[in-house]
């Protein structure tokens, strides 16, 4: 019986083997890359320059690190050979470093206290695998001898967080009196010394809970993440991998694995702390990338294509910020990082295998179907509701950050009242009197002046010291000189500070998602109890459907599911009439989608008004105008008239309208909010402005018009009066606002106006009313112009402007409002 058993065991781990030997390069493949790239990691983290040239992140990593040790030491010492100019220092402690772990923790950490189990239970353990698989007395040895070496090997680095962090100090104390030492114990150099202690002792903490997890607070473990993260993609900024940045690399391949294989809110996050790392401005460019590949996640479209649209998001903005020429190393970068994504996800490399007897989703019911898509959409509100709130927090912390950077800091004013004092003292007689016997006075005097810089960004003659005031004979040269030096660092650093600038495009990004949240959330929510009276109506009408769903409120819309009206009580129109009333709406004419066997009658909400409209444009000296002047539609049905007035004339102020005129036209037709989008253009026009010497800026009037409700909002922003026509009634409306781009908030009024059927509006830009300020010539003329076209107006007005001796660029849009059953096509309208 137990020749039997042995044998049936033998054929059966046979046939294991076998099958096991096809498959067992991938977890071999595994292996062998997560040891390069820990040893990759070592080589990064251990040229990270810190502060005063330190370089404490590569001994953190190696002291946090438990079962990939070896790979970050051999990291550690090839980049200290190569690229350290004191490399057998750094070799030294890497390996002190190494065998000091292992002897703290053979020595001081505690003994092992896995679980022991009873001799017992070891015993009927034993004959419970020998029943299901006979093992000879050498399989037993060979099992127990595994089993001890993965015990050894397990504590041999994997000591306490607290032992790890002492092997750390002393380690990082070695560096910093190396650098005290050598630098001749200046104060800076002591300053260094215990930075690199410090940040070594943080680092190891941090980079050790994250790496083994030692600890049941998700949130801590996530900050850890989180700093590990932003240290690796830091400690790559100045590594180059085949003469491409490896920092830009590593943050789209991140940010794209996270988007794939966790949850939106952790990409996101992801996405701005790898950017933040990277490039404080280029940290959009990632989110954005990172929206893209959530969006693409979300609608089932992830394919290897697919893959580059995140990668031409961020792309599209690093070209915008940092001009074209960026592009020459970032779009290699990007493709590299694209490919190793996808190779990644391909075989599997770094992904976790899905358990066996998960349920299969692909048979759910269609009510099945319809409850998960309900619960998926919820649940896509909610993260992009969190989204929005990290956007919202980050936009504070850059504010805050903003207001730090506008003022040099203490470091950087010392230098600064070195560097002054030099200048003067070198060849004073009383130098040894003030930087020997006075010393200590002299250095106190010196520390008061830089508290006063830093408060008040300037010192006196009262600020200084009695003594040394008495004694100096240049204090006055002195003082002019820091002041000086002083303005002149403080000026730099505000020209340089784009960090309010950033702040206020993740505001905006935020106020976008809350937007198309609070738009769409009421257009796509089901109303079951009007769902339940159609259908129950057209039972009454002899109209045979399968399901009726009615949806949305201002573009409503009801889907009739296999309408069957052959054999219908009433006449279309009837029910059209019917149905219409019912909703609160009148209905347009139907349209029908096919799928499969079945066709589904679709009803929507029909306009309420339409409109045509006319539009001029004359330059002031017949060359190149600085207005533009745009009409559009959105597919949510809203009518767009824009007239912007760049500040001067010629190129340069058509080229600020232009690009006012674009940026409204893109942001409006992806049906984002006029107020969000006008803040986002007062934002880039106002960073534009920053660093170009000639005036940025452009007046903005803009009417917004809902053709399903009738409701119109003219929004301004320096703009001149707009006038609305109703008979021979002329009201004005203007705005005291002054133009985008001047301001770093905007400066906009908003005025809701409802329209109706035969009312015209005119839309002026202020080159119209030169010698007509009181607008008296105008209004007069649109009394009695209720019987002209649009096209007729615009030419008298632009007529009358020509005639004037002097004239600015001018403008002019005159729409009339029709009731849309007499209008049949709209001149604006986009197909």
């Known amino acids: 019986m137990q020749e039997e058993k042995m044998g049936a065991y033998t054929m059966r781990k046979t046939k294991e083997k076998n099958e096991g030997e096809e498959n067992i390069w991938l977890p071999r493949l595994q292996r062998l890359l997560c040891e390069i790239l820990w040893g990759c990691a070592g080589w990064v983290f251990g040229q990270a320059g ?10 953190a990593l190696l002291c946090a690190s438990s079962g990939h040790t070896p790979a970050v030491l051999v990291g550690l010492i090839v980049t200290a050979v190569v690229n350290m100019e004191n490399a057998a ?19 001081f950490d505690a003994p092992d206290a896995r679980f022991e189990m009873p001799k017992t239970l070891q015993k009927r353990l034993r004959e419970r695998i020998e029943r299901e698989a006979p093992l000879t007395d050498e399989e037993w040895q060979k099992r127990e001898k595994k089993a001890a070496r993965a015990a050894f090997w397990s504590r041999i680095f994997g000591e306490s967080i607290l032992l790890r962090m002492s092997a750390a100090a002393l380690c990082a104390l070695v560096l910093g009196l190396h650098r005290a030492i050598v630098g001749g114990f200046r104060f800076y150099d002591w300053f260094a010394a215990v930075f690199i202690i410090l940040m070594a002792v943080a680092a190891t903490a941090v980079f050790a809970l994250s790496l083994e997890k030692r600890s049941d607070n998700k949130w801590l473990i996530g900050i850890s993440e989180a700093a590990l993260l932003f240290s690796l993609v830091y400690a790559a900024r100045t590594v180059t991998l085949l003469s491409f940045p490896l920092s830009p690399m590593a943050a789209l391949f991140f940010t794209l694995y996270v988007c794939a294989n966790r949850s939106a809110v952790q990409g996101i996050l992801t996405a701005g702390i790898a950017g933040l790392a990277y490039e404080v401005i280029q940290a959009p460019a990632f989110l954005l990338a990172a929206l893209v ?110 207001d730090r950077f506008r003022r040099p800091g203490t470091l950087d004013l010392r230098l600064l009242c070195d560097r002054s004092f030099d200048a003067f003292c070198n060849d004073c007689p009383n130098k040894n009197i003030c930087w020997g016997l006075e010393y200590t006075a002299t250095l106190g005097a010196v520390n008061d002046l830089i508290a006063q810089l830093h408060t008040r960004g300037r010192v006196s003659d009262e600020h200084v010291d009695e003594q040394l005031s008495s004694r100096c004979t240049r204090i006055d040269g002195i003082l002019e000189r ?48 009007l769902s339940k009276k159609i259908a129950e109506y057209l039972k009454d009408a002899d109209v045979r459907a399968e399901s009726v769903t009615v949806f949305g409120n201002r573009m409503r819309k009801i889907l009739i599911r296999g309408a069957e009206v052959d054999e219908a009580k009433v006449t279309f129109e009837t029910m059209r009439s019917d149905l219409g009333e019912m909703c609160g709406r009148e209905l347009g004419f139907p349209t029908f989608e096919v799928e499969g066997s079945v066709s589904t009658m679709v009803l929507s909400a029909k306009r309420k008004i339409a409109v045509i409209s006319a539009q001029n444009n004359v330059s002031a000296d017949g060359g190149v105008s600085g207005d533009s002047v745009n009409l559009f539609c959105n597919k949510k049905d809203y009518f767009y008239a824009l007239i912007s007035d760049g500040m001067g004339s010629g190129k340069e102020a058509a080229l600020t309208s232009g690009l006012c005129s674009v940026f409204l036209e893109k942001m409006l037709r992806a049906g984002n909010r006029a107020a969000t989008s006008l803040r986002m253009l007062n934002n880039m026009i106002a960073s534009r402005a920053h660093d170009s010497t000639k005036e940025c800026s452009s007046t903005v009037d803009l009417l917004e018009l809902d053709l399903m409700t009738g409701e119109g909002a003219f929004l301004k922003s320096g703009a001149a009066p707009s006038f609305v026509v109703r008979g021979k009634v002329v009201r004005r409306l203007q705005a005291g606002t002054v133009p985008i781009g001047i301001l770093n908030t905007l400066d906009v009024q908003k005025t809701e106006f409802p329209l109706r059927a035969g009312d015209t509006v005119v839309m002026v830009s202020d080159g119209i009313l030169q010698g007509d300020e009181d607008c008296e010539w105008l209004t007069s003329y649109l009394a009695g112009a209720a019987t002209q076209t649009p096209e007729e107006i615009v030419y008298h007005i632009c007529r009358r402007s020509a005639e004037s001796e002097t004239h600015d660029d001018c403008s002019v849009v005159a729409l009339r409002i029709l009731d849309a059953d007499t209008a049949e096509d709209t001149v604006n309208d986009e197909e």
């Open 89 to 107: 220092l750094y070799v030294c402690v890497y390996l002190a470093a190494a065998i000091l772990r292992i002897i703290v923790a053979a020595v």
């Open 293 to 402: 590949a959530l969006f693409l996640k979300q609608t089932k479209k992830e394919s290897p294509t697919a893959t580059l649209l995140p990668v031409l998001a961020m792309l599209a903005w690093s070209a915008y910020v940092g001009g074209f020429v960026i592009l020459l190393p970032l779009v290699p970068a990007a493709l590299l990082a694209a490919t190793a994504f996808v190779v990644v996800q391909k075989t599997s490399l770094l992904s976790v295998p899905t358990a066996e007897g998960e349920p299969d989703t692909k048979e759910e019911s269609t009510q099945e179907h319809q409850q998960v898509e309900s619960i998926r959409y919820r649940d896509s509100n909610e993260r992009f509701r969190g989204i929005s709130d990290a956007f919202s927090s980050l936009s504070e912390v850059f504010y805050n950050l903003s």
């Open 50 to 59: 810190l502060i005063l040239d330190t370089y404490p992140l590569g001994l």
């Open 482 to 529: 820091i002041n000086a030096d002083c303005a002149r660092l403080t000026g730099e650093m505000l020209r340089n500070n784009r960090t309010e600038i950033v702040a206020m495009d993740y505001e905006s990004a935020a106020d976008i998602i809350n937007d198309a949240l609070e738009a769409d959330g009421g257009e796509y929510e089901v109303d079951a109890e």
